[in-house]
């Protein structure tokens, strides 16, 4: 039997990576990050609701499973909760496989929104671990904002609230089966780097300093052109179009630029609007837009 009255409905932001360096292989396969990540203004939403057994409906573009990470963080969280179980309903506006981190924050959603609707009174530290099963891009999410990612990307020291910052995202319509692995997998050992420019993004960030799109770097960049034979024509015709340099969003293939204002990211977002694919402007979102 479900229960409407009682349940609660979240957003679950996308975020982008507006620094990423690879430093290293692991010996689990994995490689060592060094990561800034920003939780955007592009959000799925999650409603949960007390329910008998664990159910989950989809509205858009995921798969409605057991393969999609809601259930499978729902799963993980309810021995926790005495085996309680929750109706769950995921609308989708992150395109998946983009590079936006979707599916990691509707797993995190799911995990903070679930911990709250069950009571189950979970602390951060052990919602982490939960996190960092189900994936390396989902401990984020429990923070969400601004945030230096270490580790597989998976320990997350949060950072200050950056203020007005907008994005053009041009999400090209190629996509690729297990594509951050391939693209870690097309890596060179001479495109790895020491963490620094990262370092001095983020101190930037602290100091309540903005970055320009000089700033944005990506060391899967040349592995992900790799992989992908169409990104490379579809960066230089956004680059072209704009006057602007384009970032790579984790593995990609989003692709992003930086604007000071909602004005400016709308100007730029006509100018590359006859490209296919689709186009988003959205600004950074605070840490404060989760549910605690
Ligand atoms: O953790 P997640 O399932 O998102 O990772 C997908 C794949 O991306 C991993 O299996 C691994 O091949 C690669 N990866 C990596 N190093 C990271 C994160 C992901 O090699 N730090």
């Not at 798969?63 to 929750?86: D, F, I, Q």
Request: net charge neutral; charged share 20%; hydrophobic share 40%.
């Amino acid at each position: 039997m479900r229960h409407p009255a009682a349940g609660l409905t979240v957003r679950a932001p996308a975020k982008l990576n507006l620094s990423l360096e690879v430093l290293r292989r692991r010996p689990d396969g994995y490689h060592e990050l060094c990561t800034l990540f920003q939780a955007i203004d592009l959000c799925d939403e999650l409603s949960v609701e007390p329910s008998d057994g664990l159910t989950l409906t989809v509205e858009g573009d995921a798969p409605p499973g057991e393969e999609n990470l809601v259930l499978r963080a729902a799963h993980m969280l309810s021995p926790y909760a005495g085996g309680r179980g929750a109706y769950l309903r995921l609308r989708k506006r992150i395109p998946s496989g983009a590079g936006l981190g979707g599916g990691s924050s509707d797993a995190a959603t799911a995990l903070l929104a679930l911990n709250r609707l069950w009571g189950t009174g979970l602390e951060r530290p052990g919602l982490a671990e939960m996190a960092r099963t189900l994936g390396a891009d989902v401990p984020f999410f429990l923070h969400g904002g601004t945030a230096r990612g270490t580790g597989r990307g998976d320990t997350i020291e949060p950072l200050p609230d950056v203020s007005s910052l907008w994005f053009v995202l041009s999400v090209p319509p190629f996509s690729l089966p297990v594509k951050t692995a391939r693209v870690f997998r097309n890596l060179r050992t001479d495109e790895l780097t020491d963490g620094l420019r990262t370092l001095q993004l983020a101190a930037t960030l602290r100091s309540g300093g903005s970055p320009g799109s000089g700033d944005l770097y990506n060391g899967l960049r040349s592995a992900a052109l790799r992989a992908f034979k169409d990104l490379g024509p579809y960066l230089v015709a956004l680059e072209d179009a704009s006057g602007r340099e384009w970032a790579l969003s984790g593995a990609g293939p989003a692709c992003y630029t930086i604007a000071a204002s909602r004005v400016e990211a709308e100007d730029l977002g006509r100018c590359v609007e006859n490209l296919p694919g689709l186009r988003y402007v959205t600004s950074a979102a605070p840490a404060a837009d989760l549910p605690k």
